[in-house]
């Protein structure tokens, strides 16, 4: 769906998401995410009656079901699938995001409203860990198709996006993306390995 397809209540979710990611949940207001979205004044207490939490956590769902969808779009992209090449393409993403556009668009949402509100706002916290649990689930479940053991699977995958949400953080305070491509080098051989071991 294009931006140009989305009505306003979706359009204010992306936007929520775009800010959140660049410039935290304390630092995006509700007449922020309005001007960024193009809505009309009012929306947000049309479309979310429980205000800037429900906008947020809202945002937040959105971005795990994008990166849920993301790894079958590296699947179908790849001619022979493997663990090493699927977190190769999850940090690829971001390798060539930081590169076209710089640093200043920020990294993960879901990560940035964890930090921001995990303590704070204990429905934000929960909508992070299912945004992540809805990314972890069909990273797992990609790890079984490639042969990694299923008491490994959900384990291998959460190695993996903890590790890419690091090099995520430590690549934007370093302005480089040194630390996503160590990330890709130093587990890649270890994440095959794995799936070499069930054969």
Not at 94 to 114: K, L, S
């Amino acid at each position: 769906m294009t931006g140009s397809e989305r009505g306003p209540r979706e359009r204010m979710v992306f936007s929520a998401a775009q800010l959140i990611r660049r410039d935290g949940v304390a630092a995006t207001g509700v007449r922020d995410v309005v001007a960024h979205a193009g809505a009309p004044r009012g929306s947000v207490q049309h479309y979310f009656p429980g205000g800037k939490e429900q906008l947020v956590n809202e945002a937040v769902e959105w971005a795990g079901r994008y990166a849920a969808r993301r790894v079958d779009r590296f699947l179908a992209e790849m001619a022979e699938p493997s663990p090493s090449r699927l977190f190769a393409a999850m940090a690829g993403q971001w390798i060539d995001e930081f590169d076209r556009t710089g640093f200043a668009a920020g990294g993960c949402p879901v990560a940035a409203a964890t930090v921001d509100r995990a303590d704070s706002a204990e429905s934000t916290r929960a909508a992070a860990a299912a945004a992540f649990a809805r990314w972890t689930g069909p990273v797992a479940e990609a790890l079984a198709d490639m042969g990694i053991p299923a008491g490994r699977t959900r384990s291998l995958a959460t190695l993996m996006i903890s590790s890419l949400e690091g090099a995520i953080l430590i690549a934007r305070a370093e302005r480089d993306v040194r630390a996503l491509t160590t990330v890709v080098e130093e587990l890649g051989p270890f994440l095959d390995a794995g799936a070499a071991c069930s054969q």
